[in-house]
């Protein structure tokens, strides 16, 4: 079974930046796509940006972030990045990362997985 690590939430001050990282492990053989969603205290979790783990890196992300957040991956390492400036206190939230249609080696099908989640916190 996948496991994912996400590292590098904190506190920051508006207009500064974080990135986080989320790293999958296990015996995995293939990733169709990562991303992170967020949920704020009170409202539902959002899908803040997703990236392909095929050839052709598709990525989509929320109106709300584009200019401001930018996903990469690093295929080789099964991880995927997320680099958020400008940040704003609205974008304070517990970020979830999560990856789609995992393949196993030596098991059939494909399975999802969510990490922990890592709060981010934007305040002066």
């Known amino acids: 079974q996948a496991q994912l690590v996400e590292a590098g939430g904190g506190l920051v001050q508006p207009g500064g930046s974080l990135r986080l990282s989320c790293a999958a492990s296990?015996?995995?053989?293939?990733?169709?796509?990562m991303g992170w969603s967020r949920q704020a205290p009170g409202k539902e979790r959002e899908l803040v940006a997703r990236?392909?783990?095929?050839?052709?890196?598709?990525?989509s992300d929320a109106d709300s972030v584009k200019g401001r957040f930018t996903i990469s991956r690093d295929t080789a390492k099964d991880t995927v990045y997320l680099q958020m400036n400008g940040l704003k206190p609205e974008d304070t939230a517990v970020y979830f990362c999560?990856?789609?249609?995992?393949?196993?080696?030596?098991?059939?099908?494909?399975?999802?997985?969510w990490g922990q989640g890592t709060q981010v916190t934007v305040s002066s």
């Open positions: 990236i392909t783990m095929t050839s052709t890196s598709d990525i």
């Open positions: 999560n990856a789609d249609r995992v393949a196993y080696m030596d098991v059939e099908g494909l399975y999802d997985y």
């Open positions: 296990g015996n995995i053989f293939s990733i169709g796509a």
